[in-house]
């Protein structure tokens, strides 16, 4: 009797739920194709279900939102999955706007929730007072005294590789897959630098390490250019997740061992740091104290610290958080930064054999940061390198209320109306240009698509427009969300440079029609007759003759 009067009450509360969340939703979604942003010009899409993403990531190159900045001005609309737009500018001004108001426009909601249930909530995926305390808190491991201190092991693992290609090349030149060697060497340098964990992924045996092994799940990527409707519809409604799916499951299975694995480090590390203190009879760990070689050793003794204010500390889920976050960032982009040096490189034996000159004039296979620094040719390789394959393409923020953006410019809308300004509504998604704006003929003039590293003797006036922390290049962004791990990239790329360009020559491996690009937000190379074996840069690698 009793379930029966319950039964019908739970379905009709369930029922009611349901439909007022999905009227909720669609309300959303109306909202985001109706609003402002529906008068401003754009390319036309191919798909009421992809919009225009189908066509950005099967379009050959990554020069599709180039050709629409040039098509319909420094202000136009795409649309992602189910025609919602998404706003692009290649204005400085509104770039600047967008990019300082951290609090104005955050990263999309939906893919917050889902790196947070998969990775924890790190430094980059945090937002408002957290991110400010963490930030606060992670900073000095990222100053210059601490990359400085860092630099011996970027020397170190760059040097593994180099003896590591030494082996691969014994018997004369071979092509080998540099992407793959150079992310296994990030890998192991941010394990080190970053946790004083060595993943050892880097290895003559080829012995797979567990955290190395799960990271590579979470992340295996295909340049296939499929996308995922399923994935999309996930983020808008996480109950979907429980319907049976491989790849979930992957991502579910990588996910737990890095947890496990984290939990490990920090328990380890928190008990060594303490036995440490008393071994040395101390009355535990103050601010003084808070030095460390790596970051992991910096966040637990800021944690246990007795004179740091409780508000000041993170929590051990925080500092858990921190793992796969510097993973990702301190990893898989500065192996790409490394890959595209290669590729620009082997097609241009004179600048490839100009830099070599420069390294090998310094008289140690070990240098310091400031010896890095010293070598002028070398930066303008990276800054190069930087502006014309920039891994990250473009980020999207997400407008968290109603906005006005400035212009410096007016553009002209698609009914013929001027505009002075862009009206965004709240959850408007906005695309940050970072490689259309490094490629822009306009600020970089008719040359803006060579590589050409001797540009930087004399940069163009007009890129100090450009909102940047570094370079004047959007490539580390700016403002509050700016990469607050600039320095300790910059110093590892130049690192694994300086080590491999003076050990080796490298030349492409096959025609260069069968390198492929596509569009995506993450730059990577494959090779067009084997798309199934992922992103990948076959080169021919061989020993420098005068390198001895």
Excluded at 214 to 219: D, M, P, R
Excluded at 269 to 274: G, P, Q, S, V
Excluded at 337 to 351: E, G, N
């Amino acid at each position: 009797m009793t379930l029966s009067l319950i039964c019908p009450d739970l379905l009709s509360v369930l029922f009611t739920t349901t439909a007022a969340y999905l009227i909720w939703r669609i309300h959303k979604f109306l909202a985001f194709v109706y609003g402002p942003l529906r008068v401003l010009p754009g390319p036309p899409s191919s798909s009421w279900v992809y919009g225009n993403l189908k066509e950005m990531l099967e379009t050959e190159g990554t020069t599709l939102p180039d050709k629409w900045f040039e098509q319909y001005g420094k202000v136009y609309v795409d649309h992602e999955f189910l025609m919602t737009p998404r706003l692009w500018t290649l204005d400085p001004i509104a770039l600047n706007h967008i990019l300082t108001r951290e609090s104005d426009y955050g990263r999309p909601e939906v893919n917050l929730k889902e790196v947070a249930k998969t990775l924890g909530k790190g430094i980059i995926f945090v937002r408002g007072e957290k991110h400010r305390q963490q930030r606060r808190i992670l900073n000095p491991a990222f100053g210059p005294a601490q990359v400085r201190g860092l630099t011996e092991i970027f020397v170190r693992k760059s040097n593994e590789l180099r003896d590591y290609w030494m082996h691969a090349t014994s018997g004369g030149p071979t092509a080998i897959n540099v992407t793959a060697d150079l992310s296994k060497t990030t890998l192991d340098i941010i394990g080190l630098a970053g946790f004083g964990y060595n993943f050892n992924a880097l290895n003559l045996e080829g012995n797979p390490n567990e955290l190395s092994v799960a990271f590579g799940k979470l992340f295996m990527g295909s340049s296939t250019g499929q996308i995922s409707v399923l994935g999309y519809l996930i983020s808008l409604f996480p109950f979907l997740a429980l319907l049976p799916n491989k790849r979930l499951k992957e991502v579910a299975s990588a996910s737990a061992t890095i947890r496990r694995v984290g939990m490990q480090l920090v328990a380890e590390r928190k008990a060594a740091i303490l036995r440490e203190a008393s071994e040395q009879d101390k009355d535990g760990i103050e601010r003084k104290d808070l030095v460390g070689r790596d970051l992991l050793t910096l966040l637990i003794k800021a944690n246990v610290a007795k004179d740091v204010p409780e508000g000041q500390r993170l929590s051990d889920a925080d500092v858990l958080g921190q793992i796969p976050t510097f993973l990702i960032a301190g990893h898989e982009t500065t192996a790409t930064a490394s890959t595209w040096t290669l590729y620009a490189l082997s097609q241009r034996p004179a600048i490839q054999q100009k830099l070599r000159e420069e390294l090998l004039s310094v008289d140690t296979d070990t240098p310091t940061m400031d010896e890095l620094n010293a070598l002028p040719y070398l930066d303008a390789v990276v800054r190069e390198t930087l502006r014309l394959h920039s891994p990250i393409t473009f980020i999207v923020r997400e407008a968290k209320k109603d906005d006005v953006i400035p212009l410096s410019e007016p553009f002209t809308d698609r009914y013929g109306r001027v505009h002075k300004e862009i009206r965004v509504a709240e959850g408007n998604k906005v695309a940050v240009p970072i490689l259309a704006m490094h490629r822009s003929k306009e600020i970089w003039g008719e040359d803006a698509m060579d590589f050409k590293p001797e540009r930087w003797e004399q940069p163009p006036e007009e890129i100090s427009a450009i909102p940047s922390v570094w370079s004047h290049l959007l490539t580390f962004i700016s403002g509050p969300r700016a990469c607050i791990g600039y320095r300790f990239s910059l110093i590892e790329l130049k690192a694994i440079l300086f080590s491999i360009v003076r050990g080796f020559e490298f030349e492409m491996a096959m025609p260069l029609e069968e390198y492929q690009i596509k569009t995506a937000q993450l730059q990577r190379p494959s090779v067009r007759s084997a798309p199934e074996k992922g992103w990948q840069l076959p080169l021919l690698v061989k020993p420098y003759k005068g390198a001895a």
